[in-house]
């Protein structure tokens, strides 16, 4: 017993933790250090999670469904941990931060993971619910880091929209206990995500029907869908870059997530409405609005915050379908989403800080004037516009195959969605990529290895995805019906 809920304790209790330890270190490469090592272990507790799962309880519970998140959420932790090492050390030589910005930066950073490894792992929904609240609050206050008037407004933006989103999400987690209540009486089972499954086909159906719509509409603003996305943008590019890649990495999955759960409690009462033409609608809007917004941008982090609100969309719109093979496809785009997003945030960072602006117009010719980064950063646009053969194809793919056997009128959209959205990322890319080099020409000092890591995982993911992550995400896809 002892063995099997390790994994669970170390993941919740790694995060805080460290938090503490790294808000007294004072020295930049210890606290860097410690903070990698307790991302790793971090990751190494989710792997175990595979082999020996605790017994669940009223607010614990390992699944198959989660254990795809915990994992993914872990890994991209480590990760940008890892770049964020040497991102964070170039900002404290150029004097943007001090080392009492660096020590808040570092215990913020492993409270947002503590607070997204709870969320993930919480059977209990109103404790979800004080977990994605947590992880919103670290972010809005790392968002802010920089104490410039660009950066304060977009925190304070973020601060304001995610608690409308958060105060809506409350009020339908309220709602939930308030239809189980009748069927599971007053105390932690009406709470319970492992109860209310079982007995949800006894619940009021009116009342599950109206807690989804607030539901949906508190987390959704969390995934970044249209029209409740305006937080987004602003809250990339003015925040450190680690952020920004754990942002449209993990945080918009950690809402989704809570939307999946509650998603399949509506399927377990015959008589609640059906999510899925709400969410085919949501993230049709939102691909298609990011996509043709995705022209506009000038700042190369608002281009790809644009890009992720079109992903996120793609990926409710699959989920929204529903059906095994929709529900595999969504999965995987979810998965190749945060890898490939991740790995861009990484490229991108490491542009901006060589370039010495986020301006498209100033970045020209990377590929003459920084080849390692200028090539990474057409092998990451080339994966999230869905070539092949990398994974997003694959995924995309699925998604569009599903959508031509059941309503060819959607699949045409969703295509044209995702033309535009390739179109513009190609266009911005080649500028930015090729021709004379433009604007200051500095030697990148970051480190390429969070980069390739991630692309080389979404190539293998293209090619081959071997049989026991397949089978596991069928798995998943049947679950979520």
């Known amino acids: 017993m002892t063995g099997m809920a390790n994994g669970l304790g170390l993941i919740l209790a790694l995060p805080p933790v460290a938090a503490a330890l790294l808000a007294v270190l004072p020295g930049y490469r210890l606290s860097a250090g410690v903070n990698v090592l307790a991302s790793l272990l971090s990751f190494f507790a989710a792997i175990s999670l595979f082999f020996w799962r605790p017994l669940t309880d009223s607010y614990f519970a390992i699944d198959d469904l989660n254990i795809v998140f915990i994992v993914l959420n872990t890994l991209v932790g480590f990760t940008t941990s890892v770049f964020s090492a ?163 990495g993990l945080l918009l999955n950690v809402a989704l997530y809570a939307i999946l759960r509650f998603k399949m409690l509506m399927a377990a009462n015959a008589d609640a409405i059906n999510p899925g033409p709400l969410m085919v609608t949501a993230g049709l809007v939102s691909l298609l609005f990011a996509a043709f917004m995705l022209y506009r941008r000038r700042d190369i982090k608002r281009l790809f915050a644009y890009s992720s609100i079109e992903h996120m969309g793609i990926i409710v719109f699959a989920f929204g379908m529903g059906g095994p093979l929709a529900n595999f496809a969504g999965l995987l785009q979810m998965t190749m989403h945060s890898l490939t997003k991740s790995g861009i945030f990484f490229t991108v960072g490491q542009i901006a800080q060589v370039k010495g602006t986020q301006k498209i117009s100033e970045i020209r010719g990377l590929t003459v004037s920084n080849p390692v980064l200028g090539w990474s950063l057409v092998a990451g646009v080339i994966a999230i516009a869905g070539m092949p053969p990398l994974g997003i194809f694959m995924s995309e793919f699925l998604i569009i195959s599903s959508t031509f056997a059941r309503a060819p009128l959607l699949a045409l959209a969703l295509v044209l969605g995702l033309l535009v959205a390739s179109g513009a990322l190609v266009w911005r890319m080649q500028g930015m990529a090729f021709g004379a080099p433009g604007g200051r020409i500095a030697p990148t000092r970051g480190s390429y290895i969070p980069i390739f890591l991630h692309l080389a995982c979404v190539l293998v993911a293209g090619v081959f995805l071997p049989a026991a992550i397949v089978a596991w995400f069928q798995h998943v896809a049947r679950m979520l019906g």
């Open 86 to 248: 040497s991102y964070i050390g170039h900002e404290l030589e150029s004097g943007k931060l001090n080392l009492a910005n660096l020590r808040f930066y570092h215990a913020m950073f492993q409270i947002m993971m503590f607070g997204m490894n709870l969320a993930l792992v919480a059977n209990n929904i109103g404790l979800m619910w004080v977990a994605i609240e947590l992880a919103t609050l670290a972010t809005v206050v790392m968002v802010g880091l920089y104490r410039t008037h660009e950066a304060l407004e977009a925190a304070w933006k973020y601060f304001i929209l995610a608690s409308v989103g958060i105060a809506f999400a409350l009020f339908g987690t309220i709602l939930v206990y308030m239809a189980a209540q009748p069927v599971l009486g007053e105390g932690l089972q009406g709470m319970t995500w492992t109860v209310l499954i079982t007995r949800a086909s006894a619940f009021d159906p009116a009342l599950l029907n109206v807690a989804f719509i607030f539901l949906f509409l508190g987390y959704g603003t969390k995934v970044g869908l249209a029209p409740l996305h305006a937080w987004l943008p602003d809250a990339h590019a003015e925040g450190p870059t680690p952020i920004s890649a754990v942002l449209s």
